[in-house]
């Protein structure tokens, strides 16, 4: 193969990939490792390129793929942001935070929420004092959904719960004696009783799975999550 049949094939395929219409010498450049010079140089070359040539064009691919993996395989969407619950449109569900300012959307708020809506990765929830309360994550519905789905997903007392005392909500008169019988127990909570803050980040799909793994198993003792996830194994709801 000629080296200008390469580089239109490679940008034809880089196209494709970057859902343009053309890319130019100085995008493939950057994205198979190589200097521009190189991209001219093939364009020009009128011989077939050597089998040694194409090693090294994968080499050096292979290495700026591994860059770009380092460099943006985590991406901080929003941190510590305070949850103030509020039913959805339909009134069906919770939403961790509404976008409007009255009758206006918020521009911070919406802001965030598109950003959720765009990506998957990892999210954690927190209590008043930013103990992380609970770990998921997302490579195919929106963070934004699954942020969602899981403040309103019910666990379960010996999985999700607080001991607290109940006390009636209907009027009637308060007898001290009666409080004897008012014992303190364990009740089942949902994240929506308990969780006070969010974090989100997305995530290179490649990279959530185990990402999630390694923050379950390190903080084993302190999540409330259900199951211990494994690492080299795809996502299971929980």
């Known amino acids: 193969m000629k080296g200008a049949e390469l580089v239109a094939a490679l940008r034809k395929h880089f196209a494709a990939l970057n859902k343009v ?9 950057r994205q198979l490792g190589q200097t521009q010079a190189n991209i001219g140089l093939w364009k020009s070359r009128q011989s077939d390129l050597t089998a040694g040539q194409i090693v090294n064009l994968l080499r050096k691919y292979r290495s700026a793929v591994e860059a770009e993996l380092a460099s943006n395989c985590i991406t901080p ?35 965030i929420k598109k950003a959720l809506c765009d990506a998957q990765g990892l ?40 001991k607290i005392v109940s006390h009636p909500e209907r009027k009637q008169k308060y007898e001290r004696y009666d409080e004897k019988t008012r014992q303190i127990t364990k009740v089942a909570v949902s ?11 997305e995530v290179h799909p490649l990279m959530i ?14 999540l409330l999550n259900k199951k211990m996830e494994h690492f080299g194994t795809k996502s299971r709801r929980k």
Request: aromatic content about 14%; charged content about 25%; proline content about 2%.
């Open 21 to 29: 219409e053309t890319v130019t010498d100085s995008s493939l450049a």
């Open 123 to 162: 999210y954690f929830f927190y209590d008043s004092r930013g103990r992380a309360l609970y770990a998921g994550q997302t490579n195919k519905q929106s963070l934004w959904n699954e942020i969602n789905g899981a403040f309103n997903r019910e666990r379960g007392k010996e999985l999700q719960s607080i």
């Open 191 to 201: 994240l929506h009783d308990v969780a006070e803050f969010f974090s989100a980040y």
């Open 209 to 222: 799975s185990n990402l999630e793994s390694l923050v379950i198993r390190t903080f084993a003792n302190d």
């Open 77 to 111: 969407i929003v941190e510590f942001f305070p949850v103030s619950a509020v039913d959805s449109r339909h009134g069906a569900k919770l939403e961790v935070f509404s976008v409007k300012d009255g009758a206006a959307d918020h521009p911070y708020r919406a802001g």
